[in-house]
């Protein structure tokens, strides 16, 4: 096997952080990168995913809304969320160390979706935990 080491680029970590760090392969010194992306997953110390994924949750769950409005049957629009949108914003998900401030952004997308999913507002002042249970019995 050989190592292209022009094309080779490098990411050293320590826990959290990004360390510096000298790697030499046939005489060139390997560049190395504060960012790294795959399959639209980025690691690096100073960006959260968290951001990106609900970004696209939330335009998931826009197209949901516009495209399928009140003509189609409740449990297939769910169907479609937890294909589509859940799947999108768990994608990599297993690698995450989240901020509290991040797990509160979660939360409250999901509760947007559920809000909207089973007719209710904000302006109803409705708890959370109710809107759930209401959700667990549709299951």
């Known amino acids: 096997m050989t190592i292209s080491s022009t094309k080779t680029k490098s990411i050293a970590m320590w826990g959290n ?21 795959y399959l639209v997953y980025s690691i690096s110390e100073f960006k959260s995913n968290v951001g990106n994924k609900l970004q696209t949750y939330n335009k998931i769950n826009g197209a949901i809304r516009r495209h399928f409005g009140k003509q189609m049957n409740k449990e297939i629009k769910l169907r479609i969320h937890n294909v589509t949108a859940k799947a999108a914003l768990k ?35 409705i708890k959370t935990q109710y809107i759930r249970e209401k959700q667990e019995q549709r299951i």
């Open 17 to 37: 952080h990004i360390q510096r760090a000298k790697i030499v392969i046939n005489g060139n010194i390997i560049e190395q990168i504060t960012d790294f992306k």
């Open 91 to 125: 994608f990599g998900s297993e690698a995450w160390v989240l901020k509290k401030r991040e797990e509160q952004r979660l939360v409250a997308a999901q509760m947007k979706f559920l809000r909207y999913f089973l007719g209710i507002t904000k302006q109803d002042k």
